[in-house]
């Protein structure tokens, strides 16, 4: 009788224990984290890349999930090598099914696929980095990201007008000789913003500079990027960047021994000999910010900018076997002003337009099939770029930068 007695205890203290597990276990899905510190218990966070690890562009954002996933604990499920096309939406339904709270991918042309997908899951949080169509679509459930790279863009600039200042003054070329060569991958106004900004910030250290760019009509063209660059260099570019993603551009420079400012990360490694800096986006602050909101219960903004100071745009550090002496310093200082807000890359006083000084301008914010501008964006003397959302409008051609082609 008593070895019965002893059973059932042992059998109601053991579902007793079962019964609290369980209910510690629900308390903190539903609870969250007040601290935003760590992400919930079993927490699927989707990713869908445009390529994979062998793209700058995608590894930055490789890095950046796995990052914020290391800092908060929730599993990233990445996709990669998923193409701007029906198969982003497969992708999304899949993560969606898959348990995912939160979907992020990671190209412009993903964008009509994942807001097909935000339409289908309105309990998923939808997140497109590059896009333009949150603030006017209005799902609750989509949302898009940007950060101040032209900032960084910028920096990149002072960089490479240093060191084409000390190119002059050793004799290597003559004042007139400081042109640029810049490789895009299609005429966006992302593109554009970026590589004026680039521009902008090597004429604030080198007056006399110019710049020349072509395009290769795709985001990861390791062929036409490097045949590019090798153009750009034959027709007297005497250094090099680019927006697009592969190693092309970078390896051109390092065969010809023209300096490279690159993009989305150090190419010290393999060009150490031209790589002087690079500027990138740091996608973890955004990833952790909306993992938090999420958890917390608070509502995600339809467009959100990162900066400088979030720590959003970041510069990598100076190669100095490349750059001129002092480039650090210098970033630094240009930096701070940035900041402080009393330099504006896109000061209207710094560039002009057919000779002309801008002091009006409508960009195509709420994008609309003929790209039609629709907000004015010159205020305070300077353009206003990823205010009224967060990815770039700026698309306008200034004097001292010359298009090889426009196809793309």
């Known amino acids: ?142 949302h898009n990201a940007f950060a101040s790279i032209y900032q960084g863009r910028y920096l990149a600039g002072v960089a490479a007008g240093m060191k084409l200042n000390e190119m002059i003054e050793a004799g290597e070329i003559k004042a007139e000789e400081a042109k640029m060569g810049y490789i895009g991958a299609f005429t966006y106004a992302e593109v554009i913003s970026g590589y004026t900004s680039f521009y902008l910030g090597a004429k604030s250290i080198c007056p006399s500079v110019t710049m020349e760019v072509t395009f290769t009509g795709s985001w990861y063209d390791e062929t036409a990027e490097k045949e590019g660059a090798t153009k750009l260099i034959n027709n007297g570019c005497v250094l090099i960047s680019q927006h697009a993603d592969s190693m092309g551009a970078p390896t051109a420079c390092e065969t010809a021994g023209v300096p490279n400012v690159s993009y989305n990360g150090s190419t010290v490694d393999a060009c150490p000999n031209t790589f002087i800096v690079s500027s990138r986006i740091d996608w973890t602050p955004y990833y952790v910010y909306v993992v938090n909101a999420v958890q917390n219960g608070e509502t995600i903004p339809a467009d959100w900018t990162g900066t400088l100071e979030t720590g959003s745009v970041a510069l990598t550090d100076v190669n100095t076997t490349a750059a001129a002496a002092g480039t650090a310093e210098k970033i630094a200082e240009v930096q701070a002003a940035l900041n402080a807000g009393t330099i504006q890359v896109f000061d209207t006083s710094t560039f002009t337009i057919e000779g002309k000084t801008l002091e009006s301008y409508l960009a195509d914010v709420d994008t609309d099939p003929a790209y039609e501008g629709d907000t004015e964006v010159i205020a305070d003397g300077y353009f206003h770029e990823s205010e009224f959302r967060s990815a770039p409008y700026f698309d306008l051609s200034i004097d001292g930068i010359t298009l090889l082609d426009t196809a793309f």
């Open 1 to 142: 009788m008593k070895k019965k007695v002893l059973a059932l205890i042992l059998i109601v203290v053991l579902a007793m224990g079962l019964l609290a597990a369980c209910g510690s276990k629900d308390s903190g899905n539903n609870g969250g984290n007040a601290g935003g510190e760590t992400a919930e218990e079993g927490l699927k966070v989707g990713f869908i890349m445009l390529h994979d690890e062998n793209s700058t562009y995608d590894l930055n954002f490789i890095n950046a999930a796995k990052a914020a996933a290391e800092q908060l604990g929730f599993e990233a499920i990445i996709r990669t090598n998923i193409p701007e096309g029906q198969e982003c939406y497969d992708a999304a339904a899949e993560l969606a099914d898959a348990g995912c709270s939160i979907i992020f991918a990671d190209s412009f042309g993903h964008e009509d696929y994942m807001i097909q997908a935000a339409k289908e899951f309105p309990d998923v949080e939808f997140c497109h980095s590059t896009g333009t169509k949150a603030h006017t679509e209005g799902l609750a459930n989509y």
